[in-house]
């Protein structure tokens, strides 16, 4: 019936492909062009099973480029709490796993050396800013856990395997704390009875355990996609599209890639 893709944010190459090959087949096969506003899809990714939250709820999206507290009204109608200031979690998540010598993507390498590890091995500053801020800010977090390996002398080369678990733990910990502690938050301010977590790092076992039961103390629902998806995927794509679809929302075929795309309500 139609054809939809993503025309931003991200990087301009990849949006540029999946957008010109979508517009293509949506004119070769006279039917309408959806354009997806990728934090948008992020958001509604909670909507594809069918277990959903029921609106308003507040959405924590957490991934590579992003990291954003989103009050979802109703369908097409938010409004953005918070985000981040500097480093995406994602991000803080890979350079630190690039300083530990464990990989890329950081995230799954941190999440499982962290199952073995001391999550307080190392007492990481948590960067909640100012009080009841909803915004977030990671750069100084990384920072901290550099300035902690170059005052111990950590050599990547050399590290014991339970030293580098314990460092992760205790740094997957520190984000962690952050995370939750700004979602109930949000959640509390805005009186919603559902909170939703998407994003690449919503894959992380321990923010997914934590929120678990963080939740359930606080008498809330809480809604995370299946892991297929929280990292970026044509399933949260086609949902946005099926819905704009029924609210007779198309686009034209001249729509350009905008890899700074804003999240905003169209």
């Known amino acids: 019936d139609a054809v939809a893709a993503v025309y931003g944010p991200g990087l301009i190459g990849s949006i540029l492909i999946g957008l010109s ?24 990714s909670n909507l594809i099973e069918e277990q959903k939250p029921s ?9 590579g480029g992003h990291t954003q507290l989103v009050l979802v009204e109703k ?8 985000e981040t200031m500097d480093d995406a979690a994602g991000e803080a998540f890979d350079k630190v796993a690039k300083m530990l010598g ?41 920072t901290s856990v550099l300035y902690y390996l170059r005052r111990t002398g950590f050599d990547k080369a050399r590290a014991e395997s339970k ?32 909170v939703a977590v998407a994003g ?13 039961k963080a939740s359930e103390d606080k008498g809330l629902r809480l809604f995370i996609p299946k892991f297929e998806y929280c990292t970026d995927n044509g399933a949260m794509i086609a949902m946005v599209g099926y819905m704009k679809m ?4 198309v686009s034209s075929l001249e729509l ?7 999240f905003t309500v169209e």
């Not at 609106?55 to 991934?63: A, E, I």
């Not at 962290?114 to 990384?142: C, H, I, M, W």
């Not at 460092?167 to 301010?189: G, M, P």
């Not at 690449?200 to 678990?212: F, H, I, M, Q, T």
Request: aromatic share 10%; proline share 6%.
């Open 246 to 249: 029924q609210e007779g929302l």
């Open 256 to 262: 350009t890639a905008e890899p700074n795309l804003r």
């Open 75 to 82: 369908p097409f109608e938010y409004r953005i709490l918070g």
């Open 200 to 212: 690449g790092v919503a894959a992380n076992s321990e923010l997914r355990r934590r929120l678990k």
């Open 21 to 44: 090959f979508g517009k293509s087949v949506a004119l070769g096969l006279g039917i309408p062009f959806v354009g997806v506003n990728h934090m948008e899809a992020h958001v509604l």
């Open 163 to 194: 030293v580098v678990a314990d460092i992760a733990a205790s740094f997957q910990a520190a984000v962690v704390d952050v995370l939750i502690q700004k979602l109930l938050l949000a959640a509390t301010k805005f009186g919603v009875r559902d």
């Open 55 to 63: 609106f308003p709820f507040v959405n924590l999206t957490v991934s």
């Open 102 to 142: 464990i990989g890329y993507p950081g995230g799954p390498e941190i999440d499982r050396l962290a199952q073995t590890g001391n999550s307080k091995y190392v007492d990481f500053p948590r960067p909640y800013l100012a009080q009841n801020s909803l915004e977030f800010s990671f750069s100084g977090l990384k």
